[in-house]
Every structure is written in C-alpha cells, then in structure tokens.
C-alpha cells in the first residue's frame, strides 16, 4: 500500500463522517499534469473563504495556468470560478483533435 500523505491519513480516517468531507476539497490532476505532479487525487481542506481555482492552482506550483481547462463538479469553469467546501476540482491539459 502506498504511503499516505498527512491529509490523507486524516480524510480517511475521518471518510464517515461526511460534515468533516463537507470542509474537504476534492482536487484531480489529468494527464500530463498528473504526470508532471506525481499525482492523480488529492483532497484539500478548504478555510478559505472565496478561494478560486486559480488560487488552488498557485499552491499546487505546477507552471502557469494559461492553457489548463478547469472543470468544478464535471463541468468546465474560468479559473476565477469561486469554490465551495465538497466541490470536486479537476484540471485537464489542453485538448487536441484528430
């Protein structure tokens, strides 16, 4: 079993009970950013109030976000998009079409 970060030591062990969950961002790395992290999921407890996506982007330190889609709760979003404790975060890298 791969070793747990701090945070997610606390999630887990907290996982039933969900008004803990309620003040936990759930964040998704796709890609070539998950491959740039070294991670696919993390889950981040949000005290901030009016925290955005570009915000939450910053402190992950991955490189500048000009050509990263955002997406909160499965839909596609601008990073100013305001974020809510329980939301569900995901950056994608830029699409290509063939």
Known sequence: ?????????????????????ASVLRVLLF??????????????????????????WDQLELGPLESVCV??????VRSDQPLRAGDELAFLPPFTGG
Not at 31 to 56: F, K, M, N, Y
């Open 1 to 21: 079993m791969a070793k747990l970060t701090r945070w997610q030591q606390v999630i887990w062990t907290l996982e039933p009970h969900q008004s803990v969950l």
């Open 31 to 56: 890609a070539s950013l998950r491959d740039r992290a070294g991670w696919e999921e993390r889950s981040i407890p949000v005290s901030e109030a009016g925290l955005t996506a570009a915000q939450v």
């Open 71 to 76: 997406a909160v709760n499965q839909e596609l």
